[in-house]
């Protein structure tokens, strides 16, 4: 057994178990992959000595075969979590052709038992302590004890007053499924069953024995947004898995059979009044931009509005208007995107309308919130700055939130049993690396990003015109800008600590700039770095309403972009030699979304229009003429996750169809004649986004995977 305290390493305002393999900041525990905490074990052994590349390699990962880029990011992701020491330099410092190292002191509790001067001395030659130090030391004593007390006695009745919180060590987890591909995972009142779509199917699963049964619901072959009706016999459905569509809700029974129609247009989960009389549940109107919160009662099917709110502002639809036990509050999530906070937590009175906002400063964004018995409190899944999505409980009356989970995993969905013991949350995993393939060669595809938590080009990626690629990527919870060079792999980030959000990079026909939307401001506009990452300028101002998908003219002259506005988004131009804008569509017609886009000959902007409870299954697709001399063209294709891309020089498009089997890349001729063509096939894979190269001789993906599974909490 090691002595105690031999494996608690300080360092930096930091506490590292070397043996348990836990790292922690103010006693709140750091989340860090299995490997990059290996790395850290590690350095800190080392205690400033410089560690090799070689040495890290060896050790870390001995027992696989792996490049050099996963120890770099590694590194990376040390550096993110750990920041700068109390002078400003990095915590893990890179010495050129050497290694790295820990820049700060490192200590450990057994070192400082072995020079505390109160360790007794034994020795018969010891001198005697004087009186007055022993009055010293017997005052010191009190004084301690006092502290001791207090402390204790102040932490022990906040225990007391929220004794329906335990800590987060009495959380105990259960995975109650393993495919990672279910969705709308739900449980049921009673705590016995879950609910889930998988593969486009219903299935009821048994808690306690794990045992599922395909649901039959003649009639339907589309599920989403599950929900259980409060005495556990039926389960309701909505018959549209995609949030950017209204759907249909029907109720079949727990077992399947024959399903009825109980709401029309509904664009969210159901949320039950307690006496399952009135439903909740969020509509949008795109023509008008207003989302609302609806109540329906069942028996007359009369609605009515309870609140709504214009864009920019949205009622998050992913989750469900929650009501509260005694009915009287309705819980949802307001979106705000063009604020440092992106979601508010609002208590809205079932009768009145009237609204309550509850302070989640901690929180910058908010999905899914579910009220516990006796109006006692609420659980949500949110995320702070810079972390992944996690479980909360929210205490009422005093607002107190403390975390449930703490984790790498993001928490993107929550549902509880009526007395508040079981909760079921939807675990969501996501990756995606960048690769490269030869057109017309697909078995030469070469990866050139790695890492467990990366997801590159997960919000866009562009090929400069020299060859080398600037995508966005997510690895711990900002989004960020980097810079790779497909020959040897060097990469370089070119945006950091610069708010939340930089995406959708657009690299000049030049190559001098990097045009992007991002957060660092507080709000969302539309900024431009130089290619090297130097030189940050804000380029859009309107703080009312969020800029998206810049776009920029060959001649390096015109900005284009979207501007989400009160009833629809809106295309501008801005010049960017004197700042002038014009208002290219107008609110309500076209309403451009999803993507944005211009022709390699500088004739077109294309994009996806949004309209009105479409089928997701296709989009329609708007070719915008810049020269106003041609009606906006229509070509409608079959993708749920519309992006084109420009290829043949500007002759044709291609766009990725993400399935369940696969992900598949298709071209269409842009005159809109003749069939599509395949142009990649990747088996059980998702595409975020992809380019060609300028010269159009090599695709690049951010390509990876997405993983959802079921995951019982008690304990709580």
């Keep these: 057994m090691s002595e105690p305290g031999k494996n608690w390493f300080q360092f930096g305002g930091f506490r590292l178990n070397t043996e348990e393999k836990i790292l922690r900041r103010n006693d709140e525990i750091v989340p860090l992959a299995a490997k990059v905490i290996d790395v850290l074990c590690l350095l800190?052994?080392?205690?400033?000595?410089?560690?090799?590349?070689?040495?890290?390699?060896?050790?870390?990962?001995?027992?696989?075969?792996?490049?050099?880029?996963?120890?770099?990011?590694?590194?990376?992701?040390?550096?993110?979590?750990?920041?700068?020491?109390?002078?400003?330099?990095?915590?893990?410092?890179?010495?050129?052709?050497?290694?790295?190292?820990?820049?700060?002191?490192?200590?450990?509790?057994?070192?400082?038992?072995?020079?505390?001067?109160?360790?007794?001395?034994?020795?018969?030659?010891?001198?005697?302590?004087?009186?007055?130090?022993?009055?010293?030391?017997?005052?010191?004593?009190?004084?301690?004890?006092?502290?001791?007390?207090?402390?204790?006695?102040?932490?022990?009745?906040?225990?007391?007053?929220?004794?329906?919180?335990?800590?987060?060590?009495?959380?105990?987890?259960?995975?109650?499924?393993?495919?990672?591909?279910?969705?709308?995972?739900?449980?049921?009142?009673?705590?016995?069953?879950?609910?889930?779509?998988?593969?486009?199917?219903?299935?009821?699963?048994?808690?306690?024995?794990?045992?599922?049964?395909?649901?039959?619901?003649?009639?339907?072959?589309?599920?989403?947004?599950?929900?259980?009706?409060?005495?556990?016999?039926?389960?309701?459905?909505?018959?549209?898995?995609?949030?950017?569509?209204?759907?249909?809700?029907?109720?079949?029974?727990?077992?399947?059979?024959?399903?009825?129609?109980?709401?029309?247009?509904?664009?969210?989960?159901?949320?039950?009044?307690?006496?399952?009389?009135?439903?909740?549940?969020?509509?949008?109107?795109?023509?008008?931009?207003?989302?609302?919160?609806?109540?329906?009662?069942?028996?007359?099917?009369?609605?009515?509005?309870?609140?709504?709110?214009?864009?920019?502002?949205?009622?998050?639809?992913?989750?469900?208007?929650?009501?509260?036990?005694?009915?009287?509050?309705?819980?949802?999530?307001?979106?705000?995107?063009?604020?440092?906070?992106?979601?508010?937590?609002?208590?809205?009175?079932?009768?009145?309308?009237?609204?309550?906002?509850?302070?989640?400063?901690?929180?910058?964004?908010?999905?899914?919130?579910?009220?516990?018995?006796e109006n006692s409190g609420l659980l949500v899944t949110g995320r702070e700055n810079n972390r992944f999505f996690q479980l909360w409980r929210l205490n009422l009356p005093d607002g107190e939130l403390r975390k449930i989970t703490n984790d790498l995993n993001n928490y993107r969905s929550v549902s509880v049993s009526a007395d508040g013991k079981n909760l079921v949350a939807r675990q969501f995993t996501t990756f995606s690396h960048i690769w490269t393939m030869r057109a017309g060669d697909t078995t030469e595809q070469k990866q050139l990003t790695f890492g467990n938590l990366n997801r590159d080009g997960g919000s866009g990626l562009e090929w400069t015109p020299d060859g080398n690629i600037v995508y966005a990527t997510r690895i711990t919870g900002n989004i960020d800008l980097w810079s790779l060079r497909p020959s040897d792999g060097l990469r370089k980030q070119l945006t950091d600590n610069s708010g939340t959000s930089n995406e959708n990079p657009f690299v000049t026909a030049d190559g001098r700039f990097v045009f992007f939307e991002s957060t660092r401001s507080g709000k969302r506009h539309i900024w431009r770095i130089d290619i090297d990452g130097g030189n940050s300028t804000q380029i859009t101002f309107d703080d009312s309403n969020p800029d998206f998908l810049p776009v920029v003219s060959a001649d390096g002259g015109t900005l284009y972009f979207i501007q989400r506005n009160p009833r629809s988004n809106v295309l501008w131009r801005q010049s960017l030699v004197d700042g002038s804008k014009e208002m290219l569509t107008q609110q309500g017609k076209l309403a451009p979304g999803s993507f944005l886009t211009i022709s390699p000959d500088g004739h077109y902007l294309a994009f996806k229009s949004q309209k009105e409870d479409t089928d997701t299954d296709t989009a329609d697709i708007i070719f915008f003429d810049l020269s106003g001399k041609e009606e906006p063209r229509t070509i409608t294709i079959r993708s749920q996750n519309p992006g084109i891309v420009w290829s043949d020089g500007g002759r044709s498009f291609d766009y990725v169809d993400n399935q369940p089997d696969a992900a598949r890349i298709w071209r269409r001729s842009l005159d809109g004649k003749g069939d599509k063509r395949l142009v990649l096939e990747i088996p059980k894979a998702r595409v975020f986004s992809f380019a060609w190269s300028r010269d159009g001789k090599t695709l690049a993906l951010g390509r990876g995977r997405t993983g959802n599974d079921a995951i019982l909490l008690t304990g709580f």
């Design 44 to 373: 800190v052994a080392k205690r400033g000595e410089v560690v090799s590349k070689n040495e890290l390699m060896e050790t870390v990962w001995a027992d696989s075969f792996v490049e050099e880029s996963n120890l770099t990011q590694s590194i990376y992701s040390l550096r993110q979590a750990l920041g700068n020491d109390v002078d400003g330099r990095p915590i893990i410092e890179t010495l050129p052709k050497r290694g790295y190292r820990i820049a700060t002191a490192v200590t450990s509790d057994f070192d400082r038992r072995a020079s505390s001067p109160d360790i007794p001395d034994t020795t018969n030659n010891a001198p005697a302590k004087s009186p007055a130090h022993h009055r010293y030391r017997n005052a010191a004593f009190v004084i301690g004890l006092l502290t001791v007390l207090s402390v204790s006695a102040y932490f022990g009745s906040r225990y007391l007053s929220a004794r329906s919180s335990p800590p987060v060590e009495n959380v105990t987890f259960q995975k109650l499924t393993f495919t990672g591909e279910i969705a709308f995972p739900i449980i049921s009142p009673d705590g016995r069953s879950i609910a889930y779509v998988q593969e486009n199917r219903v299935f009821l699963q048994d808690v306690a024995s794990g045992t599922s049964v395909k649901l039959e619901i003649p009639g339907h072959e589309k599920f989403g947004n599950l929900q259980f009706s409060n005495d556990s016999g039926s389960i309701i459905f909505r018959n549209e898995d995609s949030f950017d569509a209204g759907g249909d809700v029907f109720q079949t029974s727990r077992f399947g059979g024959p399903a009825k129609l109980i709401a029309e247009r509904v664009w969210s989960t159901i949320g039950f009044a307690p006496d399952g009389r009135n439903v909740a549940f969020v509509r949008f109107l795109p023509t008008q931009g207003e989302w609302a919160v609806m109540i329906r009662d069942l028996s007359s099917g009369n609605e009515r509005k309870l609140i709504s709110r214009n864009l920019p502002f949205t009622i998050f639809r992913s989750g469900f208007p929650a009501w509260s036990p005694d009915g009287r509050k309705i819980a949802i999530i307001e979106q705000t995107p063009n604020s440092a906070n992106i979601s508010r937590l609002l208590l809205v009175d079932a009768a009145t309308g009237d609204t309550t906002t509850i302070k989640t400063e901690q929180l910058i964004q908010i999905e899914q919130v579910v009220w516990l018995p």
